[in-house]
Nanobody, 131 residues
Framework: QVQLVESGGGSVQAGGSMRLSCQASAEYGYSSRNCMGWFRQVPEKEREGVATIYTSGGKFYADSIQGRFTISQDTRKKMLYLQMDDLKPEDTAMYFC???????????????????????WGQGTQVTVSS
């Protein structure tokens, strides 16, 4: 069973930067049709898609973070990253990484709103942005 472990969360002041990392276990096999993503959730609110990345090309972002966050991955290391710049207090949330296999690019894009393509989820890492 694929396991995902996030790291890199913490506290930062508004305007600051932070990079989240997600390590996939050895069981996660990469192909040209993999999709991985970052999601976030605050208490009493629904989980929100932040960004997804398609192995053979394509990065998809939520409007709320467009231009401030960058998703990337290192398939050799089985690592997923989220570079977050110009952080705002409303970015405060628990951030989760997710992994899916054998999907099409449009499904990876739609995964921001419909995360059913993701079969594995991490435990999350807390990001707190103070004003």
């Amino acid at each position: 069973q694929v396991q995902l472990v996030e790291s890199g969360g913490g506290s930062v002041q508004a305007g600051g930067s932070m990079r989240l990392s997600c390590q996939a276990s050895a069981e996660y096999g990469y192909s040209s049709r993999n999709c991985m993503g970052w999601f976030r959730q605050v208490p009493e609110k629904e989980r929100e898609g932040v960004a997804t990345i398609y192995t053979s090309g394509g990065k998809f972002y939520a409007d709320s973070i467009q231009g401030r966050f960058t998703i990337s991955q290192d398939t050799r290391k089985k690592m997923l990253y989220l570079q977050m710049d110009d952080l705002k207090p409303e970015d405060t949330a628990m951030y989760f990484c997710a992994a899916g296999v054998t999907v099409w690019s449009d499904q990876c894009a739609e995964g921001l709103r419909e995360p059913s393509i993701f079969g594995a989820w991490g435990q999350g890492t807390q990001v707190t942005v103070s004003s």
